[in-house]
């Protein structure tokens, strides 16, 4: 009987083997498959960053000529760094960086500072026209900027201010041509507002009720309670708000005229005057975009896991 039942289950382990190193062949053919096509897609993705990279070592000539051959693609010809010196000989590239990563820094920071407090009044406290004001919020998400740009010039220009005229402090009107208008007009975001409240209101009240019994304040149960558990939303905020903020063109373009305060993106102007260096165009945008693609590229982890997470927890 030990010997019958030891043959059965022989013949049923060899019976198994083929049938499970074929699931296990498939498997890896469609991961293979799977890496192949992400990869193609990668490919195609890429495609015009590579073309910007390669065309900003060439000359305009050589761009020209190149278009429409794989040549386009590769670095050859005439390499130089010609088109990166030329664009620092024709724009303050230093200043327009630093302007941008400044107005970039204050606006994502101060906006989850912001929105986080509102998204936790709109979320966790109790008063009344709470479902009211984030109905607005929300409203004003179908308000293209373009159609209030012209009113908020007008307003931004009627502001108070303080100015440092030969050492003394004055009062003045206006704040164009300043930081704080590239910067405070953007703190407050609606979908950043809106993607905080309903990540906080995933999170269960009742911690805000054990809280409460222990004495905290609101303030306390949001700086100590929510802000803890709610970091993927605050890192989803930053990303999208990052973004935006960096390439801004429009409005800087209307209420900034000093060459000294302009962001990145006003100083691709300078090089569609008369003839078009489309060497240093492509050099300027190489530059403009590395900071882009190495903060993608530090935070691409935490890129990943706060859209995933806010995807589950929204």
């Known amino acids: ?34 890496y192949l096509a992400l990869s193609v897609f990668g490919v195609i993705f890429l495609f015009p960053l590579v073309f910007m990279f390669v065309s900003s070592l060439k000359p305009d000539a050589q761009i020209l000529q190149d278009i429409g051959t ?28 630093f302007n941008s990563v400044l107005v970039t820094v204050l606006t994502v920071g101060l906006g989850l500072v912001v929105n986080s407090m509102a998204g936790f009044a709109l979320s966790r406290l109790e008063w009344r026209g709470r479902i009211v004001v984030l109905a607005l919020v929300i409203a004003t998400l179908i308000v293209p900027f373009e159609t209030i ?44 507002i809106f993607l905080f409240a309903q990540y906080f209101s995933t999170i ?18 949001y700086r100590r309670i929510l802000v803890p558990l709610a970091g993927p939303a605050f890192a989803t905020v930053a990303i999208l708000t990052f973004l935006p903020a960096w390439n801004q063109y429009l409005w800087p373009l209307m209420v ?29 945008t190489s530059l403009i975009t ?12 935490a890129f990943v896991s706060s859209i995933a997470a806010s995807g589950v927890k929204g």
């Open 1 to 34: 009987m030990a010997t019958t039942t030891a043959v059965i289950t022989t013949t049923a382990k060899r019976s198994d083997t083929p049938t499970s190193s074929s699931a296990k062949a498939a498997k890896v053919r469609g991961r293979v498959f799977t």
């Open 70 to 97: 794989p040549s386009a693609f590769l670095p050859v010809g005439d390499i130089s760094l010609d088109n990166y010196f030329g664009v620092f000989d024709r724009v303050p590239v230093a200043q327009f960086l």
């Open 149 to 192: 740009a012209v009113p908020m010039v007008y307003w931004v220009a009627q502001l108070p201010t303080l100015v440092m005229e030969g050492g003394v402090l004055k009062y003045d009107f206006g704040w164009l041509n300043t930081y704080e208008v590239q910067i405070v007009p953007f703190i407050a975001n609606a979908f950043s």
């Open 290 to 301: 590395l900071p882009v693609l190495l903060v993608f590229l530090v935070f691409q982890r």
């Open 256 to 284: 900034v005229q000093k060459e000294e305060l302009r962001p990145v993106m006003v100083g691709m102007q300078y090089f569609f005057q008369l003839n078009t260096a489309w060497g240093e165009v492509m050099a300027y």
């Open 204 to 221: 269960p009240k009742s911690l805000d009720e054990a809280a409460r019994i222990d004495g905290a304040s609101w303030f306390t149960i």
